[in-house]
């Protein structure tokens, strides 16, 4: 087993934790004994070979915690350790968060305020040796009457020859300075708008904004619900941003003073009326206003999965009016499908039956289908049923027909 | 001089009793008076700092494929023990307006790794661009650079 904690590494380690825990959170209880040993052991048992083994450079840490008080100064520093000898810059970067919920870094500018401007370094650039590490300190002077959550990244960039002739590859890291100010106070306050439903190629989505007005980070959780011009309830989804989506997180980070866009992906398939879509929210543990909306949704036509094709079934009704078939469908393509069948008058004439309603097919794959028409005293008819196919996440509308035997 | 003694007298007996106390505590088990070993808790709490390094990674060429279309690629090294975001950027190709697309592992230019866990395996960036509507770019050399930024949030 591999351990980033060998005993080279566990000296600097607890090297700085005595100097005053960049690795600790400031607010929590000191028993450094009792981690030094902690530390040790773990060093000690385990395999000493994992920053021999890893890059040109590594930072650590990468997030720094504090939670600072108005009108102090703060300091911290960080670990940039060398596997092979170079240069790295230290520049101080602001962080914004985008739309999309990522995070993007913009190099310091003039007008920049805020903590980049409360940031010292105490160097610029870090030469090093084979296997060397160096620290890098800062201190942060808190201006008074500040409040909030405040974020802003020490970029450390290694500084690497150009190569004229070649696409040349930089690698830079970001530690992210996370402050939280003490006289941090008042309810976190957010608001969603823009929700509206919206055709993509690769599906339909439910999309909104949620806006943090507040000082502070929070996290939103927003549950939509889309019912049908009856009321009847066709899907709840939730809604994340992309960031969170491709994170795996069950909630949407949003910084204060920031606008992000929710999208939450429909697996049911949706029919051309009027759509209503009701949304709750849930900002860290508030819950907001319920957010409704009636919205018309007009089916886009898409030329694509109308070549798949459904065999028309041959039906011979029984004495009772009542025939029973079955039919295999399979999947063609590259990528799963959905059939998804509709759904018949229980009672009375004209009952039918799909059974299955809904089929998952893997590429190559095959499922047998029941249909179970009954016409009670009606005339026997055929039929064109109107089945659901999604390709992916888009869903496209096919036919299926009944014909008589004896046509 | 009577008065000095008495002092001295005061002072020897409260250190007297003070010793015996304590040494009653002792044989006591911290004074909580049930004559046997007592056992004290003391909590351990480590937080390990975040870190991510990549290796393995080199310049590399775009060349031709097929028709208009260059790429490139080259695989690197990420190791991490926890979830961090690494993002893909690039300047344009020196002196033109051509822009190369990018992504790691074929799948946009972000890459998350998990939450909660160390992470080590090898990954893949790669550049390509479609030079068809370029007519007017002269044969050369073109290069730019390609910025992985490693991040915590």
């Known amino acids: 087993m591999d351990s980033f904690l060998n005993p080279k590494n566990t000296a600097w380690f607890c090297w700085l934790h005595q100097q005053n825990h960049v690795f600790f959170r400031s607010n929590q209880p000191h028993k450094f004994i009792s981690k030094l040993v902690f530390v040790l052991a773990i060093s000690f048992c385990l395999n000493p070979n994992y920053l021999a083994q890893a890059g040109e450079f590594s930072v650590a840490p990468m997030i720094i ?6 009108g102090q100064r703060q300091k911290f520093e960080f670990i940039v350790h060398a596997r092979s000898a170079g240069t790295v810059a230290i520049e101080v970067y602001t962080l914004k968060q985008i739309h999309s919920g990522h995070m993007e870094f913009f190099p310091l500018k003039k007008g920049d305020t805020g903590l980049v401007k409360w940031i010292t370094l105490d160097t610029s650039k870090v030469k090093l040796e084979d296997n060397e590490r160096k620290l890098v300190r800062g201190e942060l002077k808190i201006p008074r009457r500040m409040r909030g959550s405040h974020l802003a990244a020490i970029m450390v960039t290694e500084i690497a020859p150009k190569n004229v002739r070649r696409l040349a590859v930089t690698v830079r890291y970001a530690v992210v300075i996370n402050l939280k100010l003490a006289a941090e106070r008042g309810r976190l306050k957010g608001s969603l708008s823009a929700l509206k439903i919206e055709q993509r190629e690769e599906g339909n989505y439910v999309i909104a904004d949620f806006s943090n ?17 009856n009321r009847l309830l066709i899907e709840r989804i939730s809604l994340f941003t992309k960031a969170a989506l491709q994170k795996g997180d069950t909630r949407s980070r949003v910084f204060p003073k920031t606008t992000v866009g929710l999208r939450g992906l429909i697996s049911r398939p949706l029919r051309s009326g009027t759509l209503n879509l009701s949304a709750r929210s849930r900002f860290d543990r508030n819950l907001l206003p319920r957010q409704k909306t009636e919205f018309r949704f007009e089916k886009e036509q898409s030329t694509v999965g109308l070549n798949y094709k459904l065999e028309p079934i041959t039906i011979q009704p029984t ?24 759904a018949g008058p229980r009672t009375g004439s004209g009952k039918f039956l799909f059974r299955p309603r809904l089929v998952t097919l893997e590429p190559g794959e095959s499922h047998g289908i029941m249909l179970t028409q009954h016409w009670g005293n009606d005339l026997i008819s055929t039929k064109t049923f109107r089945i659901n196919l999604a390709i992916g996440h888009k869903w496209h509308e096919i036919k299926l027909q009944t014909i008589l035997k004896d046509e | 001089m009577k008065s000095k ?8 007996s409260l250190l007297g009793l003070s010793v015996i106390a304590s040494q009653a505590s002792l044989a006591n088990g911290n004074g909580n008076g049930n004559g046997s070993l007592a056992n004290d808790n003391a909590n351990i709490d480590l937080t390990v700092a975040l870190y991510a390094t990549i290796s393995g990674l080199d310049d590399f060429t775009m060349s031709n494929t097929t028709g ?13 023990n926890g979830q961090v975001r690494v993002t893909a950027t690039t300047t344009t190709l020196g002196g033109t307006n051509v ?11 972000t890459l998350d790794t998990a939450n909660n866990s160390v992470h080590s395996a090898t990954h893949s960036l790669e550049a390509s661009t479609d030079l068809s509507g370029n007519n007017s770019l002269a044969a050369g050399d073109y290069s730019g650079v390609v910025t992985l930024t490693v991040s915590a949030i």
């Open chain 1, 65 to 70: 915690h504090i939670d600072g008080e108005t």
């Open chain 1, 213 to 229: 007005t507040s000082a502070r980070t929070g996290e939103v959780e927003t549950t939509v619900d889309i019912r049908d011009e």
């Open chain 1, 319 to 342: 004495s009772a009016n009542f025939s029973k078939n079955k039919f295999v469908v399979s999947n063609p393509y590259k990528k799963m499908i959905r059939l998804s069948f509709p």
């Open chain 2, 5 to 12: 003694l008495s002092k001295r007298i005061i002072q020897a």
């Open chain 2, 68 to 80: 208009s279309n260059y790429a490139g690629s080259d695989q690197f090294t990420l190791n991490s």
């Open chain 2, 99 to 109: 822009t190369p697309d990018l992504s790691l592992d074929n799948s946009g230019s």
